[in-house]
């Protein structure tokens, strides 16, 4: 069982980027996913999260109107199209599934991430002003 995050890399403020998260090993149908990231010195931030029928999506303030998730059943992956880059979205980016959906904490309202297992190795995302 594996979930793989790739797409990462090197951009210019503005720019686009669109991560992957494919499942090896089972399928993802019955799972939520989160992307989740965290730079250097600060806290991992659940950016955002899709339901396992992708009807319910989740994003922080920090990316809305930029980021949108989405998710392919045929591929048995998910995705994180990044638009508008800025240098503070520079981190390592995670993919994980919650088999309980997406999970958000009362106050503030943010990604319930206790819940996500299966966490794999990060992508780097490095944006540059």
């Known amino acids: 069982v594996q979930l793989q995050a790739s797409g990462g890399g090197s951009a210019q403020a503005g720019d686009s980027l669109r991560l992957s998260c494919v499942a090896s090993?089972?399928?993802?149908?019955?799972?939520?996913v989160g992307w989740f990231r965290q730079a250097p010195g600060k806290e991992r931030e659940g950016v955002s999260c899709?339901?396992?029928?992708?009807?319910?999506?989740y994003y922080s303030d920090s990316v809305t109107g930029r980021f949108t998730i989405s998710r392919s059943y045929d591929k048995n992956a998910v995705f994180l199209q990044m638009t508008g880059l800025k240098p503070e979205d520079t981190a390592v980016y995670y993919c994980?599934?919650?088999?309980?959906?997406?999970?958000?904490?009362?106050?503030?309202?943010?990604?319930?991430?206790?819940?996500?297992?299966?966490w794999g190795k990060g992508t780097q995302v490095t944006v540059s002003s």
């Open positions: 994980a599934r919650d088999p309980h959906g997406c999970r958000l904490t009362d106050s503030p309202r943010r990604l319930y991430s206790a819940g996500f297992e299966y």
């Open positions: 899709i339901s396992s029928s992708g009807e319910y999506t």
């Open positions: 090993g089972f399928t993802l149908d019955y799972y939520a």
